[in-house]
């Protein structure tokens, strides 16, 4: 009886969503008492020589907390230093009267202990706090240690990076963690002959999903991701793809132990699933592809996305033979899995030059005025022998040949164009554009982007750059001048994917731009997921206290709209208010009313 009702317990598939948000909410978000650094206390009443002598002493000591009649206060180096100088009137001369408690600022910036990093970067940004450490204090204001702001900020950014590399429903490693994962591996000197990559695949998981619902179809991948964690080895990867797929990443193996860790996977698939108080047997199907099969032939993929790419030829090969199995093949030509990337790579320079690409548009909603004030260009191609080409397959590609200057080019000449063409026709949408970071390290950027902008005969108003903050990152001062020039002309400046990078609100304190752009991977969990729903929050109003303005992308649910409407975010962008679409589909404004979408 008691065995049933826990099997009828765990069964329940709103239970296991609760484990899930728990789960991900060990993206904890720390606080700064866990964050702190000890740091001396004296009294007011200390003379400031003697503190000065601890300085000189310890060149490692970034500061003191002072306490004095029910007030505390932080000493740092700099502002000794600052006050000694003489500047501010206190010069050296005064140094043997004077006391420590007579230059500090009592009861000045102090966090409490038991405040989050969120808390303390909102509230630094807010402050406009130029101090680089904080004074945290207890319950009582007792001084408890000191944090630096840098650490701070550095904090936020990884803890938004947890969230971004994780897969929302299972909370298992995502496909931009396995390749980070796999490429930082790889460059740390792991043999990619003895790596080896499954792609693993639920049989009939459409089925159950169609018959018994999304609820039990979560359930399912929920458990069947917890059974494939358990069935890998401590060092291996196990991730989930999206869907049914899931891949696991193994180092330093031969072929006989990839294959046996396979046939765990297929093995623990088989025991039935409770789901709805309903017995469920699933089985998985598995393909194997070793880096040792892979040879010199893919060298225009990344390794890890050869191993996929071939893994999941393995793995469909082995569907056909009946599933419920773990396929293997040894020659990659067997997978018939054609090198799309060469491909790509080939066709590309033709396609620019005849025109055959096309840019979509996807409509931008500002919540305050429920008008579309802005959209989004975004490029398509269909090849007659490639299909469709994704936008991040072209640009990725585009970014290795030195095809993205063209790209970028054309991109910017046909989006001001069609700018022109909506001004004309009375409707002041601006016109944004991304850029690649490779553009962004080209000095030349600034220049062409205004030139182009002349030559449409537009204001600068109307055109809008994205940049991501891995492009920001990757040679700051460069993509800082350029952004400078641009905003300093009236190109307003977004930086798109926020969230995903590292050390995010603290780049915000260099770069110059006018609205971040919530990633659409915290997005997806606003509306599940209290955490996050804080984080985000913080990051709007710290980003409205330092004048910029906040769009959400990936928005496709009203329970998602309606919570970023609470926090206060400015705008919004998503396949709810509408889908990237040509040009002259734009102009039926019924196609961006959400009440008109189901
Ligand atoms: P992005 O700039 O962050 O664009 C957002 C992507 O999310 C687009 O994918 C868009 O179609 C998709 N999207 C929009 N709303 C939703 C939604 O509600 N749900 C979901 N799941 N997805 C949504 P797309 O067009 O495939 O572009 C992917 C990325 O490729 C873009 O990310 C951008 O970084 C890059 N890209 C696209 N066009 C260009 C371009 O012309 N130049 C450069 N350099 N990069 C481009
Ligand atoms: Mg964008
Ligand atoms: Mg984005």
């Known amino acids: 009886m008691a065995s049933h009702h826990l099997l009828a317990h765990i069964a329940d598939p709103s239970d296991v969503k609760d484990t899930v948000s728990t789960e991900l909410a060990s993206v904890r978000v720390p606080m700064l008492r866990e964050l702190s650094l000890p740091v001396p206390v004296v009294t007011g009443r200390t003379r400031l020589r003697e503190v000065e002598r601890s300085f000189l002493d310890d060149p490692d000591l970034r500061a003191v907390a002072v306490i004095g009649d029910g007030a505390t206060a932080l000493l740092t180096r700099l502002h000794l230093e600052t006050m000694l100088s003489g500047r501010l009137g206190f010069g050296r001369a005064l140094l043997s009267r004077a006391l420590v408690g007579d230059i500090v600022m009592w009861n000045g910036a102090q966090f409490p202990a038991d405040h ?53 429903l299972t909370g298992l490693p995502n496909r931009r963690m396995l390749d980070e994962r796999g490429a930082e591996l790889l460059a740390n ?14 049989d009939g998981f459409k089925q159950v999903n169609d018959t018994l619902g999304h609820q039990a179809g979560d359930a399912l991948l929920l458990a069947f991701s917890r059974r494939l964690a358990g069935a890998v080895r401590p060092n291996d990867l196990a991730g989930r793809l999206g869907g049914d797929e899931f891949a696991v990443l193994l180092f330093d193996v031969d072929d006989g132990e990839a294959t046996a860790v396979a046939d765990r996977i297929v093995e623990v698939a088989q025991h039935p699933f409770s789901l709805h108080d309903t017995q469920l047997r699933r089985s ?51 997978t018939g899995a054609p090198e799309r990337r060469a491909l790509i790579r080939l066709r590309l320079p033709e396609a620019l030059q005849q025109g055959r690409l096309r840019l979509h548009y996807q409509p931008k909603l500002e ?4 008008q579309i004030t802005s959209v989004e260009a975004l490029v398509r191609w269909t090849d007659e022998q490639l299909g469709q080409v994704s936008a991040g397959e072209l640009v990725a590609v585009a970014e290795n040949t030195g095809h993205i200057n063209a790209l970028g080019d054309w991109v910017l000449h046909t989006a001001c164009a069609q700018a022109r063409r909506w001004r004309d026709e009375g409707r002041n949408w601006s016109v944004a554009i991304n850029v690649s970071p490779v553009q962004l390290a080209a000095p030349g950027l600034a220049s062409t982007v205004l030139a182009a902008i002349d030559a449409a005969g537009i204001a600068p108003q109307l055109l809008q750059i994205e940049v991501t903050e891995s492009s920001a990152v990757l040679d ?30 603290a780049m915000l304190r260099r770069l110059p731009v006018s609205t971040l752009k919530i990633d659409q991977s915290i997005v997806g969990r606003i509306d599940s997921d209290q955490a996050d729903a804080e984080l985000i929050s913080g990051v709007i109003s710290a980003a409205h206290i330092l004048g910029l303005t906040v769009i959400a992308e990936g928005v496709e649910r009203p329970s998602q709209l309606e919570r970023l409407r609470s926090l206060g975010c400015d705008s919004v962008q998503g396949y709810l208010i509408g889908r990237p679409q040509p040009a002259l589909e734009l102009d039926d404004p019924r196609s961006m009313m959400p009440a008109q979408r189901s």
Not at 478 to 496: F, I, K, M, N, T
């Open 116 to 168: 989050t990093l969120r808390d303390a970067a909102s509230e630094i940004l807010a402050r406009g706090l130029r101090d680089d450490d904080v004074l945290v204090v207890d319950a009582d204001r007792e001084p408890v240690g000191i944090v630096p702001v840098a650490v701070i900020f550095r904090e936020v950014g990884l803890v938004f990076r947890e969230i971004a590399l994780r897969d929302q």
């Open 189 to 202: 000197g792991v043999d990619p002959g003895r790596m080896a990559v499954l792609y693993v695949d639920l």
């Open 284 to 334: 998985a199907t598995v393909g194997v592809a070793m880096g040792a099969d892979l040879g010199v032939s893919s060298s225009v993929l990344s390794p890890l996305d050869a191993l996929l790419q071939h893994a999941d030829g393995a793995m469909l090969h082995a569907k056909r033979a009946g599933k419920a199995r773990t396929g293997r093949i040894t020659e990659p030509e067997a």
């Open 367 to 370: 919540l305050r005025s429920g």
């Open 476 to 505: 700051i001062d460069q993509a800082s001048e350029q952004l400078h020039e641009l905003q300093a002309a009236g190109v307003l400046v977004h930086l798109d994917d926020f969230g995903t990078g590292y050390s995010s609100l």
